[in-house]
């Protein structure tokens, strides 16, 4: 399975973009799949998952109430759709999947195996 991150762009702080990551080669329906970001200087931080089923979504603290996160099976695409956005959120996000990764552990980059490449959000004030 190879991933591919999209959506990215500038926007005003207050605006939105819908990020999405596609997968190829498998389907990924089995997977869970969450998104990083990462600004320059900092390490990568955890955004959001989504369980195979759709049923189970997780949220950093800092985005919660602002991105909402779902996935299309049949179209092999996870989407984060980010609103309210502020000059913080600016940072490379990646999309990530595995299908191994357990509740406690899907916040860590490291139990992620497959990776995208990277799509840049910048947020101005």
């Known amino acids: 399975v190879q991933l591919q991150a999209s959506g990215g762009g500038l926007v005003q702080a207050g605006g939105s973009l819908r990020l999405s990551c596609a997968a190829s080669g498998r389907t990924f329906r089995s997977h869970t799949v969450a998104w990083f970001r990462q600004a320059p200087g900092k390490e990568r931080e955890f955004v959001a998952a989504?369980?195979?089923?759709?049923?189970?979504?997780y949220f950093a603290d800092s985005v919660k109430g602002r991105f909402t996160i779902s996935r299309d099976n049949l179209e092999n695409t996870v989407y984060l759709q980010m609103n309210s956005l502020k000059p913080e959120d600016t940072a490379v996000y990646y999309c990530?999947?595995?299908?191994?990764?357990?509740?406690?552990?899907?916040?860590?980059?490291?139990?992620?195996?497959?990776w995208g490449q990277g799509t840049q959000v910048t947020v101005s004030s």
């Open positions: 989504i369980k195979w089923n759709s049923r189970h979504t």
């Open positions: 990530a999947a595995s299908t191994s990764v357990i509740q406690s552990a899907l916040m860590s980059p490291r139990h992620y195996s497959l």
